[in-house]
């Protein structure tokens, strides 16, 4: 049987079909992967899950550069859910850890609101900036920002356009702190 590997971010199923398991969540009407890893689905129970590649936990420190969901955006600061380690995405992180975004640290340009920088569920790569048990991120610098959104409205991904996000479904654009690779699919960034 052929894998199925899933991104962070990625549409697994409608919300009707299969209820959210292991490794997903829920976004508007569809399904999405958590994390990176192979999907799966529990036909008998009607639930999509993701299998991670190795159990083996990995330890996220100052310096790492990883992947994170955003979880809340408020004007001074995003509050994160850590999915993977750029360099190791087979390896888990333990579920409890949540990473904060500060706005001083969102770019290398005076940011006036998080809020106009980032939403919920948007796939971002971030450099850590403090060791544990507050993991403080960055996103400033060209490699990094979200690299993969969707629409607040319909909840489609967007689609890069010149040097904005685009919505092909509601024909309107949206703004976003962009990593230089947006949209091509890669963990890492070069
Ligand atoms: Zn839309």
Do not use: W
Request: with cysteine.
């Amino acid at each position: 049987m052929k894998k199925n590997i899933v991104f962070p971010g990625d549409r697994l199923a409608s919300a009707e079909e299969l209820l959210p398991g292991e490794g997903t969540y829920a976004n508007g009407e569809h399904i999405c992967a958590a994390i990176f890893g192979e999907f799966e689905t529990d036909q008998k129970k009607r639930c999509a899950s993701i299998k991670p590649f190795t159990v083996l936990p990995t330890r996220i420190k100052e310096g790492d550069e990883v992947i994170v969901r955003a979880r809340e955006v408020s004007p001074e600061r995003a509050f994160l859910k850590i999915i993977c380690k750029v360099e190791e995405p087979e390896r888990s992180i333990p579920h409890e850890t949540d990473a904060v975004l500060h706005i001083s640290q969102i770019s290398n340009q005076y940011t006036t609101d998080v809020t106009k920088e980032y939403h919920p569920n948007d796939i971002i790569r971030a450099k850590v900036i403090s060791d544990p048990p507050s993991l403080h991120l960055s996103t400033k610098g060209k490699e990094f920002g979200v690299i993969k959104a969707y629409c607040t409205r319909c909840r489609r991904p967007l689609k890069k356009r010149n040097n904005t996000l685009y919505c092909d479904e509601c024909k309107r654009p949206e703004m976003r702190k962009m990593a230089s690779d947006y949209g091509e699919g890669r963990l890492t960034s070069k």
